[in-house]
């Protein structure tokens, strides 16, 4: 089922997510969930928070990238209840952009190199290191978990020049081709 997608100004974007176990109610079916609403807005990540759940849990499927980049192809992980152990390496900056601030990207810099304690889908536990791009869309998603958005990664000038488009977003105003939803009046 494709959910919306809660837009900035949302609480629940601002909330440090919590940890869940084995019990969590049809948690294969949210996976699935947040996968076709990530597909449904042409995404590569989505995180619980960004479908107004607190808890900790995002996917990354990086094979819509995998024709130009073949590095890519494969890459289809659940990472629940992550901790990034460690950020390593030269800082990186890079064009972001979220499905939670649609029509707007920024310039963000980024560790290049984490590595990452995660359970997947079945609850198996992995630690591992990722780099350039990986660890850069993991970082993104895993910045909503712990209740930041990479806007917060900006210059104070920059979020001056965008402001007006964020106050829109709590507006409700915003054109994109997903469902979303914003601030309840």
């Known amino acids: 089922m494709i959910l919306p997608i809660y837009l900035y100004g949302q609480p629940v974007l601002r909330k440090v997510a919590h940890d869940i176990d084995k019990s ?46 073949p590095q890519y192809h494969g890459f289809k992980k659940v990472f629940i209840n992550p901790q990034i152990l460690d950020r390593t390496g030269e800082i990186v900056n890079i064009q972001e952009g979220c499905l939670s601030i649609p029509g707007i990207n920024e310039t963000v810099s980024r560790e290049e190199t984490i590595t990452i304690k995660y359970v997947d889908e079945n609850f198996v536990e992995h630690v591992e290191v990722y780099s350039e791009f990986f660890a850069r869309c993991i970082q993104h998603e895993y910045d909503h978990l712990e209740g930041k958005l990479f806007i917060d990664k900006i210059s104070g000038i920059r979020k001056q020049l965008i402001k007006s488009k964020l106050n829109n977003l709590i507006k409700g105003r915003v054109n994109c081709s997903y469902r979303t939803k914003a601030i309840q009046k």
């Open 24 to 69: 969590y109610p049809n948690l294969a079916n949210l996976i699935e969930n947040m996968f076709e609403t990530m597909y449904n807005a042409d995404g590569v990540g989505l995180a619980a928070p960004q479908i107004g759940l607190d808890i900790r849990i995002f996917v990354i499927d990086l094979e819509p990238l995998a024709e130009d980049e």
